[in-house]
């Protein structure tokens, strides 16, 4: 089992910043990729960005040049550092580790873009 516990959502201004962390505890060690999806009102989960144990990266369009996925495979943590908020970047974010055959969530952040 893998446990995935999310945090640094909040309430940020158009154009502002904030850094999402994903700690994986558990048999943590064997996790292939870690990601962050989310999920707006009304609307169905989407990726928003994917990184493997290896490094390399997978972005949605729609972030692409204003979010940055890193990890530390020490900490068996994921990161998620969003610049230039958007209203419409509004959502739950979903922590997300496979380790095949397995998948695993965290309960979510939410992250809230308003003036």
């Known amino acids: 089992q893998v446990q995935l516990v999310e945090s640094g959502g909040g309430l940020v201004q158009p154009g502002g910043s904030l850094r999402l962390s994903c700690a994986a505890s558990?048999?943590?060690?064997?996790?292939?990729?870690m990601g962050w999806y989310r999920q707006a009102p009304g609307k169905q989960r989407e990726l928003v960005a994917d990184?493997?144990?290896?490094?390399?990266?997978n972005y949605a369009d729609s972030v692409k040049g204003r979010f940055t996925i890193s990890r530390d495979n020490a900490k068996n943590t994921v990161y998620l550092q969003m610049n230039s908020l958007k209203p419409e970047d509004r959502a739950v974010y979903y922590c997300?580790?496979?380790?095949?055959?397995?998948?695993?969530w965290g309960k979510g952040t939410l992250v809230t873009v308003s003036s």
């Open positions: 997300k580790a496979n380790r095949p055959p397995y998948v695993y």
């Open positions: 558990g048999r943590a060690s064997s996790i292939y990729a």
């Open positions: 990184i493997t144990s290896g490094g390399d990266t």
